[in-house]
């Protein structure tokens, strides 16, 4: 059983990944260390890690309302791949060892980054041009971005929030309450698995899940407040982050 320092540590360790992953999708660069820094070992650390941190996504998700409304359509097209490939992700972590993934994501992240950042000139070259991004590689992207959710998940929102604004919604807020939306349910069917197989470290999962839960209910209000072009920076500085500390991860 943890200590009730410990306790205390991830309650406030998932409170800061709710609010800071309601814009970004990285609640795994605050949950996944602080749950290594409590003695969890890397696997255990990053199953738990995704069950907690629904806390954070049902949060944000109810908080999406207003944002996502008139997006019915959005949510029919990206939400039945992006569930199905996401537990596909969960079922490949725990059959089989990591390899090409830790090596290859980080990559991914900080392009993904760059993405969130070129968005607005990429959108205004396209009102100029009438040119369109490629459906089979947005399709192609998109399947990548969830299985790897389901696998590892940090930084799937950071990917997901770029192929949207670059797709679907121009608007930043309302691109990462779609995001929020989605990966929520796309989050359900791999935690059911990792809690079946008995994987979860429940005692360290239920004060992350609180605090996140917590941040994930707060976290819109605050994103709503700062102005888009902040946010944009503020999530791609975060995404860099995290692909650096993905780095250091895959070769550690």
Not at 74 to 97: D, E, I
Not at 102 to 121: K, N, Y
Not at 186 to 214: E, K, R
Request: hydrophobic letters at 55%; a positive charge; proline letters at 6%.
């Amino acid at each position: 059983m943890p200590s009730t320092t410990h306790w205390l540590f991830l309650l406030g360790s998932g409170a800061v990944a709710g609010v800071i992953g309601t814009a970004g999708g990285i609640t795994s660069l605050v949950a996944y260390p602080a749950l290594l820094a409590v003695g969890i070992p890397p696997l255990a650390a990053n199953i738990t890690n995704s069950v907690a941190l629904l806390g954070s996504g049902f949060g944000s998700a109810l908080r999406a309302g207003r944002d996502v409304h008139g997006h019915t359509r959005t949510l029919r097209t990206w939400m039945p791949p992006t569930v199905a490939l996401s537990f596909v992700g969960a079922v490949a972590l725990v059959t089989t060892p990591a390899g090409v993934f830790d090596r290859i994501v980080p990559f991914l992240v900080a392009v993904g980054s760059v993405t969130v950042l070129l968005q607005p000139w990429a959108a205004r070259r396209r009102e100029r041009t009438g040119a369109q991004p490629n459906r089979w590689l947005v399709a192609l992207g998109a399947a990548a971005v969830a299985v790897y959710n389901g696998y590892f998940g940090a930084g799937a929102g950071v990917l997901l929030i770029a192929l949207l604004l670059w797709t679907t919604e121009p608007v930043l807020h309302r691109a990462y309450s779609l995001k929020n939306v989605i990966l929520i349910c796309s989050d359900i069917a791999p935690a059911v698995l990792f809690a079946v197989l008995g994987a979860v470290v429940w005692h360290a999962a239920l004060p992350l899940g609180i605090g996140s839960l917590a941040g994930g209910l707060v976290g819109p209000t605050i994103a709503r407040r700062v102005p888009a072009g902040v946010m944009r920076i503020l999530i791609a500085a975060c995404g860099f982050v995290l692909s650096g500390w993905l780095v250091l991860r895959a070769h550690g």
